[in-house]
């Protein structure tokens, strides 16, 4: 999961590129890069950390251009500590070419292997996104007939990365003195939307972005979602061409957006995250009921902020009492994208502080997004227990992760995951809980699609289904093995 941008404008654009970093901070905290265009000249500017600390006034003075592109990043691929693994990445052959990508490639050996002995292609890193940017690089070189580039040649191109590429991928992209190109996997694993709004003189200017609030901040109007398999090229004087270029394309979006990773203030794919979070409250209420007398819960209470919604649904459906247990310091990033499971341990307790007042002699039911470590849950049980709590009931509105997330989101491993080889008593023990209620598959699924045409969603680290069809056991064990090694 990575946060990306990307804005074709009629003036500079290194200001609104670092403000729509800013709002899509909480995809990614490792680094953050952005890139520029001014004419046929790249100006980029890269560094470890937040948006804030990254960028310096003489960074922002150099990313000259009215087109341009920014990344922050959350590390599933490639090391944290290593800053040349932070995007952008830059190739200069052909015309030259700077992308940015969000999501997980699953078949990263296979193009290893390809890009050197096929393409004589070098790769100077371990992420995966240098690999995408090369097999692009690569396609389109094949597809240029003279000195120019059109647009048919980038699709044919973009028809390539699809029958090479398998994963998830939302890719912006920047070609020296040709336009913007960004297109999405042909399943739609990852988001990303398209915006436009017009200057007053009447001239275009548009922007592709992870998620819709960047654009609402920015007085573009949402024109539509990126759709599964499309790739769209913006040239310089701003005229937007649009193709299919996936052969069988099918929209099934990641539910973990929906449960923990977007903003709640963003709609993707045509879905309301906060709406979606709402009726996932709903439904928990009713698994709640059918496990539990509510006469034997006191207090609801969220653990801020993401699982708010759903805690407040909870609350109100059951006639039990919200309170707010836990104050949040807004000042310490989210745990669950922190690289290391000793970094997220030593930050939960710096993040949240619980309140004698409201747990005093309570038996207190607990709503979460989502357990997946276990690591967070089993320190704010220990903390509700010793500011007074009488019963701590967990609960998650989401179904137990017990199975590897393999498309961008760094879940590598079953034997991280709490709920991976254990019956639900079994976590509610490992957690210190005294019972632990999880939201049922088929009610996560409603609760998001409702009112849509989606029929599917991307749930594998719930089921074990993952929806690409290429990731095989013996993959899983290769991801596990490299990634802990």
């Keep these: 999961m990575c946060g990306i941008v990307g804005i074709v404008s009629t003036e500079p654009v290194n200001q609104q590129i670092y403000n729509s970093l800013l709002l899509l901070q909480h995809r990614g905290q490792d680094s953050t890069g952005i890139a520029t265009a001014d004419g046929p000249v790249f100006h980029m500017t890269k560094a470890r950390g937040q948006v804030r600390e990254a960028f310096r006034t003489r960074d922002m003075r150099s990313l000259i251009g009215n087109i341009g592109l920014g990344h922050v990043r959350y590390t599933t691929k490639g090391a944290a500590e290593r800053e040349e693994e932070a995007q952008p990445f830059y190739v200069n052959a052909p015309y030259g070419i ?13 193009l290893s292997s390809d890009l050197f002995s096929i393409d004589r292609r070098h790769v100077n890193s371990t992420s995966d996104t240098e690999m995408l940017l090369n097999v692009l690089a690569t396609e389109l070189q094949g597809q240029i007939k003279g000195l120019d580039l059109d647009t048919d040649q980038v699709f044919k191109a973009v028809e390539q990365v699809h029958a090479r590429v398998e994963g998830s991928y939302a890719v912006i992209a920047l070609i020296a003195g040709y336009g913007l190109l960004a297109f999405r996997d042909p399943f739609g694993i990852r988001p990303l939307i398209l915006g436009r709004r017009m200057t007053e003189a009447g001239k275009p200017e548009w922007i592709v972005a992870s998620e819709s609030l960047v654009l609402e901040n920015g007085d573009y109007e949402v024109v539509r979602d990126v759709e599964p398999g499309e790739a769209i090229f913006i040239g310089l004087d701003g005229e937007m061409v649009s193709k299919q270029c996936a052969t069988n394309p099918r929209l099934v979006p990641c539910s973990f957006e929906y449960v923990y990773l977007a903003r709640p203030d963003s709609v993707m794919n045509g879905i309301s995250v906060y709406e979606a979070r709402l009726r996932m409250g709903n439904r928990l209420a009713d698994t709640i009921a059918t496990h539990m007398d509510k006469g034997d819960i006191d207090v609801v209470m969220p653990i801020p902020d993401s699982s708010r919604p759903a805690a407040m649904q909870v609350a109100q459906k059951l006639g039990i009492e919200y309170r707010e247990g836990f104050y949040k310091n807004r000042y310490v990033g989210r745990t669950f994208i922190m690289p290391g499971q000793a970094e997220r341990k030593r930050s939960v307790r710096q993040k949240l502080n619980a309140m004698g007042t409201e747990f005093k002699g309570k038996n207190v039911l607990i709503v979460d997004d989502s357990i997946v470590r276990g690591t967070t849950s089993k320190e704010i049980v220990e903390m509700a227990r010793a500011a007074g709590a009488n019963q701590v009931t967990f609960t998650s509105a989401a179904p137990p992760v017990r199975f590897p997330h393999v498309y961008g989101i760094n879940m590598p491993s079953r034997r991280e995951l709490v709920a991976y080889g254990r019956k639900i008593p079994e976590i509610a023990a490992e957690l210190g809980a005294d019972h632990m ?49």
Excluded: P
């Design 98 to 110: 700077i992308l940015v990508h969000n999501g997980n490639l699953t078949n990263t050996r296979e």
């Design 437 to 485: 209620i999880y939201q049922e598959v088929v009610d996560l699924q409603a609760a998001i699609t409702e009112g849509t045409s989606i029929e599917q969603l991307d749930m594998s680290c719930f089921t074990g289904d993952y929806v690409t069809g290429t990731v095989t056991e013996e993959y899983l064990a290769w991801v596990e093995k490299t990634q802990l090694s």
